[in-house]
Nanobody
């Protein structure tokens, strides 16, 4: 059974940093696309960053230059380093694993971790 557990969220002042972690069990992350998403009340979940099997990273415009996604295959963990945080980064952050199956891609999600940035 695939499980994703996020950690590292919290309260931080604007300009500060946080590092989110997503520990995966039940599969190995090296063969799956991994991503970080975020959601605020009343809005759809949006992509923050994702990283391919070949470790190619893509970022939302709002994250470029401030956030870095990385993966540690030995620890089966994906990270999101967030620097120069802004109040508008406040959201619940979710980790996603995209698993390729014979029937097509299947998404697994973590339970989310709250990030709150105060002004």
């Amino acid at each position: 059974q695939v499980q994703l557990v996020e950690s590292g969220g919290g309260l931080v002042q604007a300009g500060g940093s946080l590092k989110l972690s997503c520990a995966v069990s039940g599969t190995i992350i090296s063969i799956n696309v991994m991503g970080w998403y975020r959601q605020t009340p009343g809005k759809e979940r949006e992509l923050v960053a994702d990283i391919s099997v070949g470790s190619r990273a893509t970022y939302a415009d709002s994250a470029k230059g401030r956030f870095t996604i990385s993966r540690d295959n030995a620890k089966n963990t994906v990270y999101l380093q967030m620097n120069n945080l802004k109040p508008e980064d406040t959201a619940v952050y979710y980790c996603k694993l995209v698993r390729t199956t014979p029937r097509g891609p299947y998404d697994y999600w973590g339970q989310g971790t709250q990030v709150t940035v105060s002004s």
